[in-house]
């Protein structure tokens, strides 16, 4: 898929969990400007790696229990799951080429 897909606490577990795929979960709110400025660069990567990568976004003011889970404190958080279990944790706004240096470490 090209476009990160909205995922909540009932979809949680079959996009992320069970995914057999690298997954970049991005955990923003409407109210956070730097999440506002990762949010492009979230859809580029999400054509760039189309096919390789499931790019899913957590609203935590919607879908709080899932940032609680993962230990989310501060937003933007990125997580990247690899076989369903948290791999890499991105903190803050971060340029393109880290997003992208951490995609491609997990998938190797």
């Given at each position: 898929?090209?476009?990160?897909?909205?995922?909540?606490?009932?979809?949680?577990?079959?996009?992320?969990?069970?995914?057999?795929?690298?997954v970049?979960?991005?955990?923003?709110a409407s109210?956070?400007?730097?999440?506002?400025?990762?949010?492009?660069?979230?859809?580029?990567?999400?054509r760039?790696?189309?096919?390789?990568?499931?790019?899913?976004?957590?609203?935590?003011?919607?879908?709080?229990?899932?940032?609680?889970?993962?230990?989310?404190?501060?937003?933007?958080t990125?997580?990247?799951?690899?076989?369903?279990?948290?791999?890499?944790?991105?903190n803050?706004?971060?340029?393109?080429?880290?997003?992208?240096?951490?995609?491609?470490?997990?998938?190797?």
């Amino acid at each position: 898929m090209s476009q990160p897909i909205s995922v909540t606490e009932q979809t949680f577990g079959d996009v992320v969990l069970a995914n057999k795929n690298l997954v970049m979960v991005d955990f923003s709110a409407s109210w956070c400007g730097p999440c506002k400025a990762v949010d492009p660069l979230i859809d580029e990567l999400a054509r760039e790696y189309s096919g390789r990568v499931t790019f899913a976004k957590v609203n935590v003011e919607e879908s709080n229990s899932i940032a609680t889970r993962y230990g989310v404190q501060g937003l933007p958080t990125i997580l990247i799951f690899k076989e369903g279990k948290p791999f890499s944790q991105i903190n803050g706004a971060k340029p393109k080429a880290e997003l992208k240096k951490r995609l491609d470490a997990a998938l190797t």
